[in-house]
T-cell receptor, first 116, second 112 residues
């Protein structure tokens, strides 16, 4: 069964500090991996989308890494700001859909709180 | 750009009532989907569509109906609301099944 596990479940850091969120997956055959940011009361917004051949992708202070061999991804946030407080969701897409699903497997998210 | 628009944003229903959550996108995306988000459960797929006239079930389809008569619209119907359907519902669209998903702002439904 395809699965996406995220850790930690929640994280509290001080403003200005860096942090790294983890995503491990067992989705096969792999198509791409996405990271989404979801502010409280809002819909998820895409941060990055990475294919098999991409190891690193940046979006401002957000940098995602992908190790397709170990099936792990991380999202690194540099110099955190109060506006980074949100849930971060890892989503992995399989090449082929089927079995009552559309091929997307969602993690449960990491809830990040930035304290001043 | 409007993107993905969901209505209503908030709704309170009594058990047994029916209603439709509306979803419209203006990006000419073929793929559209509905999710529900519950605390500790993450986003779960209810129904999805790969194009006008084509729909399929997701992980938690029971109690919900969908139709896709146009590329732009993908309404979600609750036939007979139950308290277990209290949740936040998100509609999303993408250019293809493996493309970047664009989400609406969500519809918060409470069933009493």
């Amino acid at each position: 069964k395809n699965q996406v596990e995220q850790s930690p479940q929640s994280l509290i850091i001080l403003e200005g500090k860096n942090c790294t969120l983890q995503c491990n997956y067992t989705v096969s055959p792999f198509s791409n991996l996405r990271w989404y940011k979801q502010d409280t009361g809002r819909g998820p917004v895409s941060l990055t989308i990475m294919t098999f051949s991409e190891n690193t992708k940046s979006n401002g202070r957000y940098t995602a890494t992908l190790d397709a061999d170990t099936k792990q991804s991380s999202l690194h946030i540099t110099a955190s700001q109060l506006s980074d407080s949100a849930s971060y969701i890892c989503v992995v897409s399989a090449i082929k859909a089927g079995g009552g699903a559309d091929g997307l497997t969602f993690g449960k998210g990491t809830h990040l709180i930035i304290q001043p | 750009n409007a993107g993905v628009t969901q209505t209503p944003k908030f709704q309170v229903l009594k058990t047994g009532q029916s209603m439709t959550l509306q979803c419209a996108q203006d990006m000419n995306h073929e793929y559209m989907s509905w999710y529900r988000q519950d605390p500790g459960m993450g986003l779960r797929l209810i129904h999805y569509s790969v194009g006008a006239g084509i729909t399929d079930q997701g992980e938690v389809p029971n109690g919900y109906n969908v139709s896709r008569s146009t590329t732009e619209d993908f309404p979600l119907r609750l036939l007979s609301a139950a308290p277990s359907q209290t949740s936040v519902y998100f509609c999303a669209s993408s250019r293809g099944r493996t493309g970047e998903l664009f989400f609406g702002e969500g519809s918060r439904l409470t069933v009493l």
